[in-house]
């Protein structure tokens, strides 16, 4: 028992310990030059020897000869591959719980779920994921809005990348709940709005005015500019709302708002399909409420068999972690295997990996396992990379090394799609923020290091029985006592140059 | 010739991504002569052999040469690497609850190949996988559960054709696994499980009074229980002893009383630790011993079963204190869990690409006591091999094609 | 149909005036049939079989012609009617010396039902729950008969047999007990290691069906393999053992892969017989097991065989039962078409030369 309680222990201080080594918040001048000795930049040939510099959070050239301004700090790494992070395009983790228990919640942001320090986002920097869309959970039938952040940043502010990335809607069966009931719920969510927005307009063709009291009651500014002048009703959804210009903005009611955005084509849509029915089921609904041509299908299960309709539909996908679809005959017992990425890739649908775990088998896992299938390794680089981004209409700022994108580079110690790669340094928006030496955590994981302190018994040995590097010895253990910072966070001898961290 | 070699080996990869190639065991092709034709031949012995051959003849393999790359395609196989089989020395499949007689704590005699289910579809994955040969045990709830054996994943029904080694090892456990479902007699109604051990302690009682009992009946016939051969076989060293423990004190309790046992004269055991996650944090005290370990899977976050932390530099950690490591898969056949990715973890973890080979090759084929038929590429042992349509153990590689006792179970060629 | 009636209610039921009858096709055991055939039953035993021409109806017997066809009586091997809560006992490792002839009860009402499906007879089995649980009864399904208390020894190879709270937990325990039993063995044991009792091997899966295969030929036992569904994906060897098979009760829509491994029985010539599962079956799926087979491909012959001959020879009562042929009891059932087809239906059913059932007029 108390073995266990030491081990919770030793988490928690490794995880206090990571946030501790975090630089500081702001930037200092903002120019940093990484020099690798490949150079993998997503958008043609690898470079080598190739340099990047980034100067005030954007990447201002990727070359073999591109020259570092001379205050800019240089990250020297000839043996190290630079590479453009990963793009994670969906994911529901990072948050307390991905899904509240309202099934028709469009007015939910997982801005106000999102944990900073939540152990998903220290191991997808480690994996070198720098971008990632999360989104609410699939136990619902329109969950909430999404976000885009870097998994680096002790507030949600920091770590913010783009706020509504898109509405989450779930055309799979929700645990407990049939097909068709899921179904009806997610028709009936719009159905309900379009009998709201015509309530609305009823309402204000009779002279009464609930909306505007209600708005108002609940503090909203009607002078403001966006919320003071009414709209016609926009998109191509196969129903209309004559008279909406009426309505001033802002006396739609909060909670469905978001809903009238995505019907009108302003907001892209993530719709979770667990099934070809609930693909047929997805695309139905985007097509009558006009927002086909933002949706993104997530999928799970056989949806894969559903990808003819999705071809015919025009929209990409994001693929479960999932890859291999284990089918069983129940006649003979044999069993089949189907690779999903595969079918998308020869019907030419634009298809996004998800990780199937932030750690070890992260996005260029998935990727890999392209690779090993059979696809060609370009395409399944960018199915980590350049095609996330571009769902996410985030395109002209992540996924490729290339000059106006945002500064954010990985540096791993060999191929990005080898097992035997490790993530040495993150850089995200021209700032070191990631250095694997220092990672305490790493450490502890991958050379069973246990950090000062923390291991029972005293002096950790290593495999011949000298004291560890990190275990105190008695002259430091004394110098720890005497208040003195423990070893790991000395400066470095060039510090003085270093911009500061975020 | 690179260029068509390159080109022979693409075409392979393409035609095979879309649907994995039902084995060929029902199907015609039950002939056991193959050519097979690689880039990288990695036989286990040391040596890699950089384009070659690698023939099969009546179950056997009888030439491994570097070689033409020119030859007839439709008699032969090509691939970009050869391998042999792969070994899984804690394979956990086929088994389960009743394959443990819970009756007693102590049940040497039990063998384990009573209730082998070879109807598992457990069997065919694991060949998909390119696991050939597997030490199946009973599951852990016994201290001391029976004896385990040695079986091919593939090949006849009947459970005597597919033995490789019967009664292979003595297996029984360390640790909490043994005291599941014990619980002590006091507060509820008894059964069968009111009984000792439920604690840690208990379990290794069990053990000295099983040794102690076996030592006895030795000196006073009357004293014999069922099983005690086995436990003789044991101490003689004739039967090698398989033990889990996952934590550190379970392996020192398991090194402490083998040590014991020499010291105090009664017997040499020979002595494997299964499952030893902790064995990074004491490697010298395994390696005073010369005891060889079983890792278990890598876990993501480090923690595994029965509260142990292992540390992925493990494997890299007791190879440099002269300990043979082997990897095993506990029977998992997932894109992320089968053997050949607990290899590619065990180099992420700090061991060569040779080293790692080795770990799902030859060492637990040396464990388990049946290196003369299988482990590596070797003229005369058993036909295992394993196609691979490029870099064994990195994912970005899988496997194509498996030939197990010479016959081709998962065929690399292209579907016609 | 209504003449026929007409006799039958003419006719006293006495057994000792012989009786002969008459129908359009008499079913064979060998699957041949006679058209017109005719039976004479004396005494409780069939007389004579044959074509019409073939056979002399003894002065003074009565006479029954029926439009239909008339086949030996169906042989329900395997089933619990009558007895059911009384057949298990989980409490013991072994009971070899149980008799579960003692929980027949002769006048359950299940026997009606058995009897208007036109079961004859059946094997009374010991419920799986031990690694033996005894000793079969062969029993006629009217007038209380126990053709035999010891028709075959329940022997344990599935997990049913095996225990959460007694010894054996283990495939392996129960293998080291039976080889410990069958090492010394007495009364019922001995009488199955010495050839003289047939063994019933409990089995579910294709690995127990191996294992008691092993069992089988280490001991040089005889007997059927029973409770496997899929008995003939490894009908191969099972042919090799000479062992034989009960086939478990099939129903409508069962997987279409039970089906297939009852043809490879059939394909494979490994003998056997279907199983009744009564009453937890109603006693109709007897024939709809047969006929589902036939449509999947089984051989008409075997099928049959499988419904009398063969499930007499596998019950041990081969001598007393399972065909029209001189000499053996006169169980036998005038059906309103062919047996093996469905829409036909039982008219009237003989145990022992005494008329047991007579199905209503419409």
């Known amino acids: 028992m108390s073995h266990l309680i030491s081990r919770t222990f030793v988490s928690t201080a490794l995880s206090l310990g990571l946030l501790a080594l975090a630089p500081d918040a702001h930037a200092g001048n903002g120019k940093i030059a990484i020099k690798a000795g490949r150079v993998i930049t997503m958008v043609g040939p690898d470079i080598v020897n190739g340099v990047i510099t980034i100067e005030d959070g954007r990447i201002t050239g990727v070359s073999a000869d ?105 055309a799979g069966a929700r645990p407990g709940r049939s097909r ?16 709201y927005l015509d309530k609305l307009v009823q309402d204000k063709q009779d002279g009464k005015d609930y909306a505007r009291r209600e708005a108002l009651f609940q503090g909203k500014d009607l002078e403001k500019e966006e919320n003071k002048k009414g709209r016609a009703f926009e998109g191509t959804a196969n129903w209309k709302v004559p008279g909406l210009e009426a309505i001033p903005r802002g006396e739609i009611d909060d909670q469905k708002e978001p809903l009238l955005r995505l019907v009108e084509g302003k907001l892209p849509a993530f719709m979770y399909c667990d099934s070809g029915s609930s693909v047929q089921l997805a695309l139905d609904v985007a097509r009558a409420n006009g927002f086909l041509a933002n949706t993104v299908l997530v999928l799970e299960g056989d949806s894969w068999k559903a990808a003819d309709a999705i071809l015919e539909a025009g929209v990409p996908v994001v693929l479960s972690p999932n890859l291999m679809y284990v089918e069983r005959d129940p006649l003979t017992g044999k069993e089949t295997e189907t690779f999903v990425p595969k079918v998308f890739s020869e019907k030419k649908i634009r298809f996004a990996l998800q990780s199937l775990n932030p750690s070890a088998q992260s996005l260029w896992f998935q990727a890999a396992q392209c690779v090993a299938n059979g696809l060609d390794r370009t395409a399944a680089l960018e199915a980590a990379t350049r095609t996330p981004a571009d769902i996410l209409r985030l395109g002209k700022r992540v996924g490729s090394l290339e000059q106006g994108k945002d500064g954010n580079v990985v540096l791993l110690s060999g191929d990005p799609l080898s097992v035997r790669s490790t993530v040495q340094y993150v850089v995200i928006g021209g700032n070191l923020v990631y250095d694997r030496s220092k990672d305490v955590r790493m450490k502890h994981l991958m050379n069973g290091v246990e950090p000062n302190n923390t291991a029972p018994g005293g002096v950790m040995l290593d495999a011949s029985g000298h004291p560890c590097n990190d275990a105190p010895t008695v002259d430091e253990k004394s110098k720890t006592d005497k208040g003195e910072k423990p070893p790991e966070e000395k400066p470095h001898d060039d510090h003085k140059d270093e911009p500061k961290k975020d | 010739m690179k260029l068509t070699w390159m080109l022979g080996g693409l075409a392979c990869v393409a035609s095979n991504a879309h649907a994995l190639l039902r084995p060929a065991a029902d199907d015609k092709d039950e002939r056991k002569a193959w050519t097979v034709r690689a880039t990288k031949i990695y036989t286990s012995t040391g040596r890699t052999i950089d384009k070659g051959v690698v023939i099969v003849n009546n179950g056997k393999i009888s030439a491994v040469t570097p070689g033409s790359d020119e030859g007839d395609a439709s008699t032969e196989l090509r691939v970009y690497a050869v391998t042999a089989g792969l070994i ?233 204190q002269g300990i043979v490591v082997a990897l095993s898969a506990h029977g998992n056949s997932e894109l992320d869990g089968r053997l050949a990715m607990q290899a590619g973890y065990a180099m992420r973890g700090g061991l060569s690409f040779d080293e790692a080979l080795a770990a799902v090759t030859i060492n637990p084929a040396r464990l388990l006591g049946v290196e003369d038929r299988v482990g590596s590429l070797e003229v005369g042992k058993d036909a295992d091999l394993v196609l691979w349509n490029g870099e064994p153990f990195e994912p970005t590689a899988r496997v194509v094609g498996v030939i197990v006792d010479g016959v081709l179970r998962v065929d690399p060629r292209p579907k016609q | 149909m209504s003449s026929f009636a007409l006799f039958l209610s003419l006719l006293p039921g006495v057994a000792d005036r012989p009786l002969a009858i008459r129908a359009e096709h008499v079913l064979l055991g060998d699957g041949r049939t006679l058209e017109p055939g005719v039976v004479v039953i004396e005494g409780g035993k069939l007389q004579h079989v044959g074509a019409e021409k073939d056979v002399d109806v003894p002065a003074g017997a009565g006479r029954i012609d029926h439009k239909g066809w008339l086949s030996a009586g169906l042989i329900g091997l395997h089933g619990y009617s009558t007895a059911t809560g009384e057949l298990r006992d989980t409490t013991r490792t072994t009971l070899p010396e149980a008799r579960v002839a003692w929980a027949f009860d002769a006048r359950h009402p299940e026997l009606r039902d058995l009897l208007a499906e036109g079961v004859t007879s059946f094997v009374l089995t010991p419920s799986p729950s031990s690694l033996s649980g005894g000793a079969s009864a062969f029993v006629k399904c009217a007038g209380g008969k126990i053709v035999t208390r010891e028709a075959q020894l329940s022997l344990g190879f599935s997990d049913q047999n095996l225990s959460f709270n007694r010894f054996p937990t283990s495939h392996g325990g129960a293998l080291a007990e039976l080889e410990r039993l069958f090492a010394k063995p007495t009364g019922t044991i001995e009488k199955c290691a010495q050839g003289e009792l047939s063994a019933l091997f409990e089995v579910e899966t294709p690995s127990d069906v191996h294992r008691a295969i092993d069992f089988a030929k280490r001991h040089k036992l005889v007997g059927a393999l029973s409770g496997a569904d899929w008995t003939g994906e490894v009908a191969k060897d099972v042919k090799a053992s000479g062992l034989s098979v009960v086939a478990s009760t099939l129903r409508v829509g069962e997987d279409r892969r039970t089906l297939r491994a009852m043809v490879a029985l059939g394909a494979a010539d490994v003998p056997f017989g279907f199983g009744l599962d009564a009453p937890f079956s109603h006693p109709a799926t007897l024939r709809l097991s047969a006929a589902l087979c036939i449509r999947e491909g089984l051989a008409r012959d075997k099928a049959w065989r499988g419904l009398t001959a063969e499930s007499a020879r596998i019950a041990g009562v081969e001598k007393r039962v399972g065909n029209l042929a001189e000499g053996l009891d006169a169980d036998l059932v005038l059906w309103s078409g062919d047996p093996l087809e469905l829409s036909s239906s039982v008219v009237a059913v003989y145990v022992d030369g005494e008329r047991a059932f007579a199905a209503e007029e419409r």
């Not at chain 1, 801005?111 to 994996?127: C, G, N, Q, V």
């Not at chain 1, 068709?180 to 009998?195: G, H, N, P």
């Not at chain 2, 007689?101 to 040497?108: H, L, Y």
């Not at chain 2, 009074?209 to 086995?230: N, W, Y």
């Open chain 2, 88 to 320: 899984d020395a804690s394979a956990r499949i086929g088994v389960s609850m009743d394959a443990v007689e819970q009756s007693r704590e102590v049940a040497p005699e039990v063998r384990v190949a009573s209730a082998v289910d070879l109807f598992s579809p457990a069997w065919e994955r694991q060949v998909e996988c390119g696991v050939t040969t597997v030490l199946v045990n009973p599951p852990d709830r016994d201290v001391i559960g029976g004896l385990g054996v040695v079986l091919k994943t593939a090949g006849d029904n009947a459970i005597a054709k597919r033995t490789l080694k019967p009664d292979a090892v003595l297996r029984g456990a360390m640790g909490s696994d043994p005291s599941q479902g014990n619980h002590p007699a006091f507060g509820r109604p008894t059964d069968f499980y009111s009984r000792r051990p439920t604690t840690r302690m208990g379990v290794e009682w069990e053990w000295r009074k099983a040794f102690f009992d076996t030592a006895q009946s030795k000196q006073d016939a009357s004293k014999k229980f069922p099983g005690v051969e086995r436990l003789e076989e044991v101490l003689a060293g004739k039967l090698t002893l398989s033990i889990q423990a996952w934590t550190t004190q379970d392996i020192r309790t398991a090194v402490f009383l083998k040590e014991e046992i020499e010291r105090e004269g009664f017997g040499k055991p020979r002595l494997f630790i299964d499952a030893a996650a902790e064995a990074w944090k004491e490697p010298q005290l395994l390696a005073r011993s010369k005891t060889p370990v079983v890792l278990p899977p890598f876990p993501v976050g480090g923690r595994t079963d029965d509260g142990a932390f292992m540390a992925w530099n493990v494997a890299q950690l007791l190879q440099e």
């Open chain 1, 66 to 170: 591109a020259k570092a301004a001379w205050d800019a700090e240089v990250l020297d790494h000839p043996e190290l591959v630079a590479f453009p992070g990963w793009v994670e395009a969906h994911s529901n983790r990072g948050m307390d719980r991905p899904n509240e228990n309202v099934p028709v919640a469009p007015f939910l942001d997982v801005r106000d779920s999102i944990d900073p320090i939540s152990f998903y986002f220290e191991d997808s920097l480690r994996a070198g994921v720098l971008t990632i869309n999360v989104q609410q959970g699939n136990a619902c039938v329109i969950g909430g809005q999404g976000m885009v952040v870097k998994p680096f940043g002790l507030t949600i502010e920091q770590m913010l990348v783009k706020q509504g990335s898109g509405l989450k809607l779930v």
């Open chain 1, 180 to 195: 068709a009931t899921q179904a009806q719920e997610l028709r009936k969510a719009f159905l309900d709005l379009r009998q």
